[in-house]
């Protein structure tokens, strides 16, 4: 049973021992994060982006030693000690994970960028109809970026078009509107993670709740939590 649905960015950048003198900066985003991670049960299903199709399972290290730092990090309270290549998403999951509720299990399903919007949706629906069959209850967690355009020193580039574009999807997050999110743009990163959101919640969520939107450093962060 679906209980909760936590809105999480990916950034290397809110993990503390990565961030150098960035991390007070984007305190507020990581203490945000964690807050929404918080409100889910025990067992999660995290939502995220990458090079291909995989679910990762609650028993997998990782560390995010490719970013500079070897901080590690668990999906689950029994991974054992061997350290898995993992994407970051369930990389930052793992890390939000032990920040937030150490005893939580995470499974991570990771989707490929280039999945088009109907595929993403009728995943994400697929989803919903699996854990409207599990009992106990579940919470989703997406972790995901917006634009990555939206400063001259911006990771992807500046495009000066992407500021209305990156306030759309915040507005849209912190309405629930789901129909808003089914038609995002290439531009946003983290839109098949967004696209499998719509389609896991329908015609939207009973509430929907902004925590923090910005964009240091160019890169559009939003925090919410969504009641199914």
């Not at 993403?120 to 919903?128: E, F, I, K, M, V």
Request: some cysteine; proline content about 9%; hydrophobic content about 50%.
């Amino acid at each position: 049973m679906l209980t909760a649905i936590a809105l999480t960015p990916s950034a290397p950048v809110l993990v503390p021992d990565l961030a150098g003198t960035a991390a007070a900066e984007v305190a507020g985003i990581r203490d945000a994060a964690v807050a929404a991670a918080a409100e889910l049960p025990g067992r999660w299903i995290v939502i995220g982006v990458g090079a291909a199709d995989a679910v990762i399972e609650p028993s997998t290290r990782g560390t995010f030693a490719g970013y500079g730092v070897d901080v590690p990090v668990a999906l689950g309270r029994e991974a054992p000690a061997t350290v898995t290549a993992l994407p970051l998403c369930a990389l930052f999951a793992g890390w939000l994970r032990g920040q937030a509720n150490p005893s939580a299990q995470a499974e991570v399903w990771v989707y490929p960028a280039g999945l088009d919007a109907g595929a993403a949706l009728a995943t994400g629906r697929a989803l919903r109809s699996q854990l409207d069959e599990v009992a106990d209850p579940v919470g989703v967690l997406v972790v995901a970026d917006g634009a990555n355009t939206l400063t001259p020193p911006a990771p992807g580039g500046y495009d000066p078009d992407a500021a209305p574009v990156q306030a759309a999807l915040d507005d849209a997050l912190a309405a629930g509107d789901t129909a808003a999110l089914a038609t995002l743009p290439n531009g946003i990163v983290g839109r098949v993670a967004y696209q499998v959101l719509a389609g896991l919640a329908g015609s939207g969520p009973r509430s929907a709740r902004e925590l923090v939107r910005g964009a240091p450093y160019g890169v559009g962060y939003f925090v919410g939590l969504w009641v199914p």
